[in-house]
């Protein structure tokens, strides 16, 4: 008996795609639809790394420029009102404000310091939504996507169970591929999951220091902007 049921074993087919081919139609959609989510997942985190590596790249060529001592006005004639790098995109808010709010004769209109800082805070907050379109995905993925996998595990088990009901039989070489093909979603579920918890949380964190960049030089402009306005 031990030796017949080795041999029928031995000629299933436990391959991926032959689990997959053999699993039962819901649980074929849900393995589908995790894997759609992987998919998704990782052309989301390719995306993210390559917008972040351009966005420090030039975070750090626009600081150079600022700080190298270029009067501001050239500055931002140089860089235009509507400039592409993000850095330059909260500098030019905050420029044009400050520019809005001369009078034909040369005075301040009241209130200038906290236009430029909402100008500012707009461009910043644009900004944010930018780097941060995406990762809700990558957060929704890794919380759900374990949870999807275990659903198409339960019912192909369920599955497996009718069928041995069915042709009376609980040799392993039966019970195993039914078996396996239900715990096949488990693991693509995890396979889902785990990369895009692990990079939600790297990207959040990167995120949120580019944002403090921005933040930071937010407040460094004000800061010299405030000195003039009190001059």
Known sequence: METETLAMAREIDFSVFALFARATL????????????????????VQKIILFRAARKEAAVFDRA???????????????????????KVFAAGMLEWRRSHRQDGALIAGAQARIDRAMNVAIAR????LNNGLSFLATTGATAPFIGLFGTVWGIKHAFEQIAISQNTN?????????EALLATGIGLVAAIPAVVFYNKLNADSERILGGYE????????????????
């Open 26 to 45: 819901t649980v074929k959609v849900v393995m589908l639809m995790l894997m759609v989510m992987s998919f998704w997942s990782w052309a989301t985190i």
């Open 172 to 180: 392993l070489a039966v019970v195993a591929p039914g078996i396996a």
């Open 66 to 88: 600022f700080w190298s001592g270029e009067p501001l006005d050239e500055l931002f004639e140089k860089i235009g009102p509507q400039p592409e790098g993000a850095s330059e």
């Open 127 to 130: 900004e944010s939504e930018r």
């Open 216 to 231: 930071s030089f937010a407040d460094e402009f004000a800061t010299i902007l405030s000195r003039q306005l009190d001059a």
